[in-house]
């Protein structure tokens, strides 16, 4: 019922910075967790950020603490995924997902715990 649509992603340099935007449209009303996961060549799905949309709490990966914030803005439309210090590491697919679920500690960085996802966004670092 919401539908999500990620943009922002791009190549730039590794020390450069990055704002992804996820997009949420449709029945919003019944989403309370938003988070970003991103899937490098080879890997799996990590979770690096999450936003209670209901209540505007975040919690950010240790993998990516302190380069990582998740926001969203006034009206909830819109969650994103601020990166700096961008390293090659970082180089993968960024997802949005989203879930009527109130998730937090262990909970928001499960993928099977998200019913809507958006198509991504390509994030590229190079040296």
């Known amino acids: 019922a919401v539908k999500l649509e990620e943009s922002g992603g791009g190549s730039v340099q590794a020390g450069g910075s990055l704002r992804l935007s996820c997009v949420a449209s449709?029945?919003?009303?019944?989403?309370?967790?938003l988070a970003w996961f991103r899937q490098a060549p080879g890997k799996g799905l990590e979770g690096v950020a999450h936003i209670r949309t209901d209540i505007g709490t975040t919690i950010v990966a240790d993998a990516v603490k302190g380069r990582f914030a998740i926001s969203q803005d006034n009206a909830k439309s819109t969650v994103y995924l601020q990166i700096k210090s961008l390293k090659p590491d970082d180089t993968a697919m960024y997802y949005c997902a989203a879930t009527s679920s109130r998730l937090a500690w262990n909970s928001w960085s499960i993928p099977h715990n998200y019913h809507a996802w958006g198509q991504g966004t390509q994030v590229t670092v190079s040296w």
């Open positions: 449709g029945d919003t009303s019944n989403t309370n967790s």
